[in-house]
């Protein structure tokens, strides 16, 4: 297995995390370094990335993300397992006045795989209260929040499974807390032309 | 420098390719399969991926591709430099109604990464007369064309600069025919809050 196919099979979605193993700011301006690298529309750079890894503004943060939609019985991480860090991707609105194509995906991903090489895993959370957490954190209007990267150092375990007719493309967790996510075969996603 | 940084400071975009190297269906399978092992928001995956490349689906693609809006006395590669290869990324309107958050930034850079780990380069292009290109090829209606990724190894070298009164953000091409690709610093794109 190549080291970039590695690096994505481990970099799963997470979302019980060793809370208290925390993630420096320095290793945070690393990984958005690799965004800061990464291809943009136009090459405007349009992204703008605000750091959290203290309790103060995590908490913050946690408290306008939702969690997991498929999974209609648990409320989100509990205290001890929720993320050590987050990276909050924005867009610039005096850069990009309307919406960018898709640079924020092309940023997270660059991040995630930065933070799974560096031994922690990550969440890209896009259900965000975001009126909330702007006026909580005082982040400017000029900035769109576009996406949360939640990350820590795993706390659960997390397995990719093919899509069956049980559960279809919904992941599950079973009853030794191991979570599944069925992933489409290759077969499936590839279109061959007629 | 981490193997991940490395790999994500050699993707550049790079639009000249040494045509005529090809690369097999075999590994355009594994770059795709990148991408499919990758996130998607609510683990829809409603991306479907078309390959081409051989010859005369290639010309019927490249036609139908604009090319580095700020070069603009530059008509795109000449034949010879033109991509070996392209995967198209379509949102399958059956699987995701709506449009989509942003899988298709998400899956262009896990399928870049690998071309770069096994040799290759690559540009994301956006600029597409979509509808002519759906009839050239028979692409179905319930695929919305988001992004063609070309492909092939660099004919080109690229180069990371810092961003400056003279060019902005616009790249450009020297008189040695390098391109230069400026690049907004860590401090300008990490926001502190106040």
Redesign the interface.
């Known amino acids: 297995m190549?080291?970039?196919?590695e690096?994505?099979?481990k970099?799963r979605?997470v979302r019980r995390f060793k809370e208290y193993e925390s993630i420096s700011i320095g290793k945070l301006?690393?990984l958005?370094?690799?965004?800061?690298?990464?291809?943009s529309?136009?090459?405007?750079?349009p992204?703008?990335?605000?750091?959290s890894n203290g309790a103060e503004?995590n908490v913050k943060i946690f408290k306008h993300l939702a969690w997991a939609?498929?999974l209609t019985d648990w409320k989100g991480p509990a205290e001890g397992e929720r993320p050590a860090a987050y990276i909050i991707i924005?867009r610039d609105k005096s850069i990009a006045k309307e919406s960018i194509?898709?640079?924020?995906?092309?940023?997270?991903?660059?991040i995630?795989?930065?933070a799974v090489?560096?031994g922690y895993n990550g969440c890209?959370i896009?259900s965000i209260k975001r009126d909330d957490l702007r006026n909580d954190?005082?982040?400017?209007e000029e900035?769109d929040i576009?996406?949360i990267i939640a990350l820590g150092v795993a706390g659960e375990q997390v397995q990719?499974e093919p899509v069956d007719e049980e559960h279809g493309?919904?992941?599950w967790r079973d009853e030794t807390s191991i979570h599944h996510?069925?992933?489409?075969s290759?077969d499936e996603?590839?279109?061959e032309?007629?």
């Open positions: 190549s080291d970039i196919k690096l994505i099979t970099n979605s301006k690393q958005i370094d690799l965004a800061r690298l990464s291809p529309a136009a090459n405007k750079q992204l703008k990335y605000i750091i503004r939609g498929y924005c194509n898709c640079d924020h995906g092309i940023a997270a991903q660059s995630l795989l930065g090489e560096s890209i896009a954190l005082g982040i400017p900035f576009l996406l990719i493309i919904k992941y996510v069925p992933k489409r290759l996603v590839i279109y032309l007629k």
